[in-house]
């Protein structure tokens, strides 16, 4: 599968929502012209809206007006763990984080960085992200901004282009993206020395504009992005933040947390079994109020803000002695691919009780280790009639999940080394 094929979740996917022409609206204006250009959405609830989605009706310029312009014209490219040049638009942090000329699947790429968005963002003591320390945190592992220098910046150059140029790139030529693979596509990166006033990018990139083959943004969405572009791209408000990142339901979450976290080495054993069978998932609970979740790893428990330890595999040493496993609500925009929705309810908790824990496996049960990466040695402590059982009335998350998946370029990533 090719990147052109992530899919955005919501209906359409053509980049267009009921009423979206409509002017005004809550959160009207907050880039735009005070001449009316507006909100780039109808003040009626949209998917587009992550706020909208997590039944949140506090506003916040960045949320309501910014992101619903890339969520509808870039995501369904910038929206994978290799998207071109990395760059993922999916939320702030990888707005931020910008981009960076490796191919993910490059062995020296592999050697010298992880992968993942998560892992390089860093959460302030508050529980949020701190964008000053993620960003410092990817520039050092080579990631270029694509915001900074505002009028100047590349997404501001590219952007323009795109506008300016309704038929940049010879799309005819494009085509080769279907018969020849994505190699075929001469993709070019700007690389860090070109980002910036002091030149234009180079002709490559330059002949280029952004959507990249598509038409170009419609006149009030094209305004509203290259102001908030031409004012330093400002973050969304602390506030805004917090309010997205609390679940509606914490005492659901508790539950399951508990459930996760308790201190016997088998209850120990079974949490990183569930954990590295459940990473993938969009976890949601029976109310269903629209929020999904994500099973992560934190340095910290229950009841404290998630320090999600990020590595470069699931399965991969914590680095800490015990890692506590946290749902951590999704904020980003969601894209189909990895969309794999999984139902957490009291049934599901009972069962996984009652097959993980109901039983004693073993007096010599040990706490997990992080030695090499067989399934098959790790989990031996888990008597296997327990983990059969488990793979089966799960079957259909494990397929969903290998049949889907957050690459955008499938091909790439089965070819791709697997050294480290
Ligand atoms: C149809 C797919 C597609 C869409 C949609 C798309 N892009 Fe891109 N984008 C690309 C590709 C491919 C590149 C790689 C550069 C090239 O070959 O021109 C790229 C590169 C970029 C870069 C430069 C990254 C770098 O480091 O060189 C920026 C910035 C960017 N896109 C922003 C956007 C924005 C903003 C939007 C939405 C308005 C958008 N893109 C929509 C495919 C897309």
Redesign the pocket.
């Known amino acids: 599968m090719r ?2 094929l992530a899919v955005l979740m919501v209906a359409g996917c053509d980049g267009s929502t009921a009423g979206e022409e409509a002017a005004g609206g809550a959160n009207a204006g907050a880039f735009g012209k005070s001449d009316g250009v507006g909100s780039v959405l109808d003040s009626q609830p949209s998917l587009f809206r992550v706020g909208d989605r997590n039944g949140w009706t506090g506003s916040d310029p960045f949320y309501d007006t910014i992101q619903p ?2 969520a509808q ?6 929206g994978c763990t290799d ?5 993922k ?1 999916t939320s702030y942090e990888g707005i931020r984080r ?4 490796l191919s993910m699947f490059e062995p020296r790429f592999y050697a010298v960085k992880p992968s993942p968005l998560e892992s390089g963002r860093v959460t302030g003591d508050n529980g949020l992200t701190d964008f000053d320390a993620t960003e410092r945190n990817w520039r050092g592992k080579g990631f ?1 901004s ?1 915001t900074e220098h505002a009028d100047f ?3 501001s ?3 323009a282009q ?1 506008f300016e140029n309704p038929e940049p ?1 010879d799309l005819k030529d494009e085509w080769k993206l279907f018969n020849q693979g994505a190699d075929g ?7 860090a020395e070109n ?1 910036g006033p002091d030149g234009p ?1 180079d002709d ?2 330059a ?2 504009g ?5 038409q170009p ?1 419609d006149p009030k ?1 094209y305004e509203t ?1 290259i102001n908030w572009l031409a004012l330093g791209a400002p973050p969304p408000t602390p506030e805004a933040q917090a309010l997205l990142a609390t679940p509606t339901a914490p005492e659901t979450v508790a539950k399951w947390e508990a459930f996760l976290n308790q201190d016997t080495p088998q209850a120990q054993q079974a949490a990183r079994y569930i954990y590295e069978h459940t990473f993938f998932a969009h976890i949601y609970f029976p109310a269903n109020t629209g929020e999904f979740f994500q099973m992560v790893r934190s340095r910290t428990p229950p009841g404290e803000p998630i320090d999600q330890i990020a590595t470069k595999r699931i399965t991969s040493d914590p680095g800490v002695a015990r890692p506590f496993y946290r749902l951590l609500k999704v904020t980003d925009v969601i894209v189909q691919k990895q969309h794999m929705t999984w139902r957490f309810d009291d049934a599901l908790l009972e069962r996984w009780d009652d097959l993980f824990l109901s039983t004693r496996w073993d007096d010599e049960v040990a706490a997990p280790v992080y030695e090499g990466h067989n399934p098959f040695v790790t989990f031996k402590p888990i008597p296997s009639r327990i983990r059969n059982r488990f793979m089966i009335e799960n079957s259909y998350h494990f397929i969903d999940a290998m049949v889907r998946g957050d690459v955008c370029i499938g091909s790439a990533g089965h070819l791709g080394p697997t050294t480290t």
């Open positions: 990147w052109t312009i890339l014209r870039c995501v369904v490219c910038h998207s071109p040049c990395q760059l638009l910008g981009s960076s000329p270029y694509v910046s590349a997404m150059f590219l952007v795109g790139t596509n001469e993709w070019a990166c700007l690389d980002v990018p490559k990139v002949a280029r952004m959507p990249f083959g598509l943004l969405r992005l």
